[in-house]
């Protein structure tokens, strides 16, 4: 590989590149006559696809006047055009010139074409700020007579500019190069690095702007402050074609951290997700679904980050959780990093509080300390102050500091944003980085960072020793908890279902979800297994923020308009949007904020939180009757609306239809509402055994297709559904049953795949093919040892347990094709499925 094939592949992966380019000579042939200098075909199909990458800027930056370069290239419109050397860039610019300089133009035209006149060969070019002569076609002869009569006459008047290029001499109305034109495109995209290619002498100036990690590329023949060289046209098309598959490739996620591997950090406010080397490239502020500063993840380093790494490249040998807690250690040859988010206070009861991302640097040599925070997903100009103690990021609505006392910082401008940079020797002292919203004080607490390290791992391991942990696979049983308890939001008492959004369920396509919110049902199957390990306080506080969910949001009707998903402050969602300025994880846009689920209809929410009082009433929980009320509501709710069509648990943008699994879910409210009024109120609901007998029935007539001999997605059609298992994991059916065991059946033909299972096949109108869920197959564990076929739900059990990360993250998805992880993380409901399917394989021993 050559020198030039290797700075290719480095400026293919900045944040922002510029792509820079004079016309002719470079990507067009020089040829005698000016107007059939046409580029070469595959040069302009690499200048389109380059344009067409996201963070990817294009620009041709030409002697020639701006209509003449327009009418050739004919560019796509996120092509910068440049001509005259730098005078133009806009196609209106003649008539932005002032009186004296029209008066200049017109008499330098008058000059040059009675030069023209004189001697064979010679021609006028004329452009808005400028003409030019060129003697391509003339004798040495005539040449030299004509520059001579030039550089005699009209050169000399003042204020004129004179530039000479290959065979032509340009003389202007004003100073102009190409040099300041790359500057000025420079910053107007905020290009981290830029490659120019260039054959002429005014290309001098554009090669002499180029710095740090730029390139420069000499087309041709002659001096040349250029770093590289090539011989033609040819060569800077071949050029190109590789920097756009190169580009193409980066963007793509060629370099991507598979999902999977990424750690979790959480205060109970929000999270941050750590890569295996260390870089924190997901945190959003001050909640976990506010917007990020650290964004990394969905959209390259330009979008945020904050790493940690050895100077001389070296990688990271380990990286796992201090036992029993969300404490990170990543380990090199010479020393480690600690990452947590400060939990030293206890849990978080006020909404008003802030978040402290807390970094120890342990051991010896020299270490490169990396920190680019970008407000609003990187939408927000970012910029960074050195103050006395450490860096204040300026113009937030909150304040935000980095504590780094002594730390001497590099700042450096790309493009809106500044990034903080720094190499510290350590010696044998640990370095603390303690990056702080919420206040704007550089000054140290009361509690050393390394006593608040010892408190919040005692924040985790204090709660993780009341846990019951089955005895299968413990060690992630134990992590798949704290996940779930990470997922708290502490002030209120919400589960988000999971810690990020848009992480893609098909890599490049459209199925990119925000998954940062409360949706009723995830959230009380989280509280619901917490409970079954022997933490009744998160399932307790879940249930205020729901009652204060249906005060505050559902008025006179109670839970019956109950929306599937609110915000974990308990409020509506805002309209779902998209963040066009992020590429997406591995190129998959659109990357959303906001879901658009919240505004179906879902009716399934109403049994998993019956459930759940259900199963803290076998605790006996303080419940009191306003739990009692409101299962009495959600009842009174399934009584009025069960008969209607929905949208179901997978949230499928179409017409609403009539759900089995939403069905199903009606009658387990019914059913474990009977429970707890025989165990809350000692009294036998009557009225509402008949309800829950017309459901099941209903379901049964409608639910089950004898033609696939199971039950399947909905009433009007037979797509099988791994959700429709919930007819025997709820109940409604005995396992023995002949209609249940055939759903099984029908589940592995069609939707089971190697270690996971598709929650359908069938179409639902968007475009791509998702992984499976890791919860489906957890459903398929429980419905093998509901029937007795132990060894075939021990060895799925197994083979989802191997798809957890190193630190033991799950994703929601999981590709067999491609063997990689999909979705969000960590994701609730793929976690859930690991602790049930624990602890019913452990009950069998």
């Known amino acids: 590989m050559s020198d030039l094939d290797q700075q290719l592949e480095k400026i293919a992966s900045v944040p922002i590149l510029l792509v820079a380019s004079d016309y002719d000579g470079t990507i067009a042939p020089i040829v005698s006559d000016p107007a059939k200098a046409t580029p070469h075909r595959e040069a302009v199909i690499a200048v389109r696809n380059l344009a067409n990458l996201s963070q990817t800027h294009v620009a041709i930056i030409s002697g020639r006047a701006l209509t003449d370069l327009a009418n050739l290239i004919r560019p796509p419109e996120d092509v910068h055009l440049v001509g005259s050397h730098g005078s133009e860039f806009d196609l209106n610019f003649a008539t932005s010139l002032s009186p004296e300089a029209i008066q200049l133009h017109r008499h330098i035209q008058t000059e040059l074409s009675e030069i023209a006149s004189q001697g064979a060969g010679l021609a006028i070019e004329h452009k808005p700020a400028s003409v030019a002569l060129h003697y391509r076609n003339a004798s040495e002869s005539e040449s030299e007579k004509a520059i001579q009569a030039i550089m005699n006459g009209p050169a000399a008047i003042e204020g004129v500019s004179t530039k000479h290029g290959k065979k032509v001499v340009e003389l202007g109305v004003f100073s102009t190069n190409k040099g300041d034109a790359l500057e000025k495109i420079r910053h107007l995209v905020g290009a981290s690095a830029v490659i120019f290619f260039g054959d002429d002498v005014t290309d001098e100036d554009a090669f002499a702007t180029l710095t740090g990690p730029d390139i420069a590329v000499k087309v041709g023949n002659g001096e040349t402050r250029a770093t590289y060289r090539v011989k033609g046209p040819e060569d800077v098309t071949k050029i190109l074609a590789r920097l756009s598959e190169l580009r193409a490739s980066w963007l793509a996620g060629a370099e991507a951290v598979p999902i999977e591997q990424h750690a979790m950090l959480s205060d109970q406010r929000t999270i941050a997700l750590a890569t295996p080397s260390a870089n924190i490239t997901w945190l959003c502020v001050p909640r976990i679904d506010s917007p990020a500063l650290f964004a990394e993840l969905l959209g390259g380093p330009s979008a945020g980050y904050f790493a940690v790494k050895s100077a001389d490249n070296s990688k990271p040998i380990e990286q796992q959780y201090v036992p029993h807690s969300l404490v990170l250690r990543t380990r090199w040859p010479n020393f480690t990093v600690t990452d947590f988010l400060d939990c030293s206070g206890g849990r978080p009861i006020q909404r008003a509080g802030r978040s402290d991302l807390i970094r120890i640097i342990e051991g010896t040599g020299k270490v490169v300390i990396e920190f680019a925070p970008r407000l609003d997903f990187g939408r927000a100009p970012t910029k960074l102050v050195q103050r006395n103690g450490g860096l204040e990021i300026q113009g937030t609505l909150d304040p935000i500091v980095l504590r780094s006392p002594t730390i001497d910082w590099s700042l450096t401008e790309e493009g809106s944003h500044h990034t903080a940079r720094a190499e510290v020797d350590l010696q044998d002292q640990p370095l603390v980085l303690e990056l702080c919203y919420g206040t704007g004080s550089m000054r140290n607490g009361n509690t050393a960072a390394i006593d608040r390290r010892l408190l919040t791992e005692i924040f985790w391991s204090s709660w993780t020793e009341q846990l019951t942990i089955p005895d299968v696979t413990s060690n992630l049983v134990l992590h798949s908890a704290m996940v779930l308890r990470g997922l708290c939001y502490g002030p209120s008492g919400a589960i988000s279902a999971a810690g990020t959004t848009s992480l893609p369920e098909h890599i490049g396509g459209v199925r990119n979800w925000d998954y940062r919110y409360c949706w009723l049902r ?21 249930l205020d923020w729901v009652l204060d969910v249906v005060d505050n ?29 992020l590429s997406g994880y591995c190129g998959s846009r659109p990357v959303r904020v906001g879901n658009a689920a919240s505004r179906q209809v879902q009716l399934d929410v109403f049994g998993p939180i019956v459930e759940l009082v259900a199963q803290l009433v076998e605790k006996d929980a303080p419940l009191s009757s306003q739990h009692w009320r409101l299962v009495e509501a959600m009842v009174h709710a399934v009584e009025r609306r069960w008969h209607e069509p929905d949208h179901g648990i997978w949230e499928i943008r179409r017409h609403p239809r009539h759900h089995v699994h939403s069905k199903v879910m009606c009658w387990l409210t019914v059913d474990r509402a009977i429970l707890i009024a025989n165990r809350f109120l000692d009294r036998q609901q009557e009225d509402w055994m008949i309800l829950r007998d017309r459901i099941a029935d209903d379901v049964i007539e409608h639910g089950f297709k004898p033609q696939v001999n199971a039950f399947t997605a909905a009433y009007d059609d037979t797509d099988i559904d791994t959700a429709a298992l919930y007819v025997g994991l709820s109940g409604l059916l005995p396992s023995d049953d002949p209609r249940f065991l055939g759903t099984i ?72 094709k491609n063997k990689r992880a999909l979705g969000n993380i960590p994701q609730a409901y793929s976690h859930i499925g690991i602790i049930e399917n624990a602890i019913r394989l452990a009950n069998l021993k």
């Open 522 to 542: 995830d959230a009380a199957m989280s509280a619901a297994s917490l409970v079954k390990l022997g933490s009744t306080t998160e399932a307790m506080q879940f």
């Open 553 to 581: 949001n559902c008025g006179n009707e109670s839970p019956e308009r109950l929306q599937p998903l609110y915000t974990i402050t308990g409020g509506s969602l805002g309209p779902e949007a998209e963040i066009a300025e």
């Open 745 to 816: 059946e029908a589940i592995e033909r069609t939707l089971l795949c190697g270690p996971t299972v598709y929650r359908y096949r069938s179409d639902d109108g968007l475009p791509g093919f998702e992984g499976g869920l890791h919860i489906c197959a957890s459903w398929l564990v429980e419905a093998y040892l509901l029937v007795g076929r132990r060894d075939d739900a021990r060895k799925l059990f197994n083979e989802i347990v191997k798809l957890a990360g190193q630190t033991g993250a799950l994703s929601e998805q999981y590709a067999p």
